[in-house]
């Protein structure tokens, strides 16, 4: 019985470490997004590849 008592208390804290760890996970990813290091949803403020639009280009 002993032995069944302890494997109940290590699946306990097992679980309690699984837990812990998926909140921090999700505390990271949720200053992530508060402080902007996360792309933008919709993509309005994405950076544009090329030249900007309405600059003549040169060709020297």
Known sequence: MESFNKR????RRLERQRD????KLQR????ATANGDAPPE???????????????????
């Open 8 to 11: 109940q208390k290590e699946i």
């Open 20 to 23: 812990k760890a998926a909140r």
């Open 28 to 31: 990271k990813q949720n200053r």
């Open 42 to 60: 919709d993509g309005k403020n994405a950076i544009p590849d090329g030249p900007p639009q309405g600059t003549p280009t040169t060709d020297a």
